[in-house]
C-alpha cells in the first residue's frame, strides 16, 4: 500500500490549507493510500543547532535534541510520498515547517562518518495556499524545495495551489476541489 506522509504547517489547524487538502486526502484514500496526517503547528520542533551530532548515527535520524522531530522524521521514513502544506507567508512556508527542513540533516548523511541517506529516492509534493499570483507567492518555496530533493536525491513532483482572494469559500469552489483531486491522481501515477 502506497504510503502519503503530509506535513500540515498552518497555524489554523481548520484553516485555508487544511481545506484544500480534504479533497486532496479523499482522493488518496480513494485510489488506496494510507495516509498520515500530521499537524506541525502544535509540535515541539525546535531550531536546528547545526552541531552535526547527527552525522555520525548510522540507521536512524539521530538528533542530539529532545524533541517531537524524532517521530516526524520517522514517519518521512517509513513514507513513499511526503506532501507539504503551507500557507506561504512571506514567501516562504511558515516557522514550524522551516524549523523542521532545517533539521533535514539527520536524514542525509553526508557530513560526518556515517554516509547514507535514510530519505533518497522518496516522492515530494506541495500542497499550498497564499495571496497573490502563484508563481510570485510560492515561487520562492518551490525553488527551496526543488533544491532540497536535488540534493538529498529526492523526486520533485510539483506543487497545486490556490489563491486566498476573500474567505475560505475559495478553497471550496468546485475549480479548486477538481483541482485538488486531480493532483493527487496525477501524483500518483508519478
Known amino acids: 500500500m ?7 504547517a498552518s497555524p489554523r489547524l481548520n484553516g485555508n490549507t487544511a481545506e484544500l487538502l480534504k479533497p486532496f486526502i479523499e482522493e488518496l484514500k480513494n485510489n488506496g493510500c494510507e495516509t498520515n496526517y500530521i499537524t506541525l503547528s502544535d509540535k515541539n520542533i525546535l531550531p536546528c543547532k547545526g552541531c552535526y551530532g547527527c ?26 510520498y511526503i506532501i507539504f502544506a ?17 533539521r533535514h540533516y539527520g536524514l542525509n548523511k553526508f557530513y560526518g562518518k556515517v554516509k547514507e541517506s535514510l530519505w ?16 510570485y507567492a510560492a515561487g520562492p518555496f518551490v525553488t527551496g524545495i526543488q533544491r532540497l530533493c536535488e540534493h538529498s536525491k529526492l523526486n520533485y513532483l510539483g506543487i497545486y495551489s490556490v489563491r486566498h482572494e476573500g474567505s475560505i469559500a475559495d478553497f471550496q469552489t468546485e475549480e479548486a476541489i477538481a483541482g485538488a483531486k486531480a493532483f493527487a491522481r496525477r501524483l500518483l501515477k508519478m
Not at 2 to 8: A, D, Y
Not at 65 to 80: C, H, L, N, P, R
Not at 120 to 135: D, L, Q, R
Request: with cysteine; aromatic share 8%; glycine share 8%.
Open 2 to 8: 502506497t504510503k502519503v506522509l503530509i506535513l500540515m
Open 55 to 80: 552525522q555520525n548515527v548510522q540507521g536512524r535520524y539521530g538528533c542530539v535534541q529532545t524533541d517531537d522531530v524524532e517521530k516526524i522524521m520517522g514517519a518521512i521514513i517509513e513514507s513513499d
Open 86 to 102: 503551507t500557507p506561504i507567508y512571506t514567501w516562504y512556508c511558515t516557522a514550524p515547517m522551516k524549523a523542521l527542513l532545517d
Open 120 to 135: 533518497a529516492g522518496k516522492k515530494v509534493a506541495i500542497v499550498a495556499t497564499h495571496g497573490y499570483e502563484n508563481a
